[in-house]
């Protein structure tokens, strides 16, 4: 089961493998636990920023969610592919930090933390499972890049990665808050969705935002229709990436973006 609307290139990996995915609605606490299909093995989530729609699965559906996944001899895949970079508050328990019957596959990324360039990442599984997933990774390509493994473990044990992240997370907050504050001029129709991490915002709309999303990126602003994202009911709205973009270039793209709007591309 994958979360509806979701990222989608695990569902399309497992469906090409052959493995009957279902989509389950997410609400604003998190992915909805009753509507899981029965008989379903595995879940793939992701709690800390649910991508796409930013928001962050509350304690309350986590245990939910791990108490489903123990009586369902179920395992739960937690892809926490952004966590470095939260702006506000504390953030909450990782599901695998909650997890103590081993449910629970822990999947983390540097390439959203460091550079899309570097296809290096990380997975935390119980050991019942380590086994299967060694031989796993060993038919995929042998073995992992090594020696940007240990350019990686030096950089991290120097610090480095400690003061990048600390320092970028100051330009995506700067980032965030400039973004958060613009789409206050797009009230008439399109309403952001509470978020506090990670390097994209949603806003939710009342009607299919696919035309300006087309006629946005014929114009050289590129952003995503949310609707892209879901498998059965389709939300309308859009999906902001800011990870790649200037704070400088924020504004101008958005004044292009509501010149579109207001000449009928939405």
Request: hydrophobic share 45%.
């Amino acid at each position: 089961a994958v979360e509806d609307p979701g990222y989608p290139p695990p569902r399309l990996v497992l469906a090409a493998r052959g493995v009957r995915v279902a989509p389950v609605p997410v609400d604003a606490s998190g992915i909805v636990v009753r509507a899981i299909p029965a008989g379903t093995r595995l879940v793939y989530v992701t709690p800390s920023h649910q991508y796409p729609l930013g928001l962050s699965m509350s304690l309350e559906r986590r245990l939910e969610l791990l108490d489903w996944a123990e009586r369902n001899d179920a395992v739960l895949v937690e892809d926490d592919y952004d966590t470095e970079f939260r702006y506000t508050g504390r953030p909450l328990e990782p599901l695998h930090s909650l997890d103590s019957r081993g449910r629970v596959v822990y999947v983390g990324s540097f390439s959203k933390v460091l550079s899309p360039a570097l296809r290096l990442g990380f997975l935390i599984a119980p050991p019942s499972l380590v086994p299967a997933l060694v031989k796993a990774r060993y038919l995929t390509d042998w073995h992992a890049p090594n020696v940007e493994q240990a350019a990686l473990a030096a950089f991290m044990a120097e610090g480095g990665f400690a003061r990048h992240v600390r320092r970028m997370r100051k330009v995506y907050r700067e980032r965030h808050e400039l973004l958060t504050r613009s789409l206050a001029s797009f009230a008439d129709f399109l309403t952001p969705l509470p978020s506090s991490a990670g390097l994209h915002l949603s806003a939710v709309a009342s009607s299919d935002c696919g035309p300006l999303v087309r006629a946005a990126r014929r114009h050289g602003v590129r952003l995503y229709s949310l609707g892209d994202f879901g498998v059965g009911a389709r939300r309308h709205g859009l999906v902001f990436g800011y990870g790649a973009v200037a704070a400088e270039r924020i504004e101008p793209g958005l004044a292009r973006l509501r010149a579109l709007a207001d000449g009928g591309a939405a």
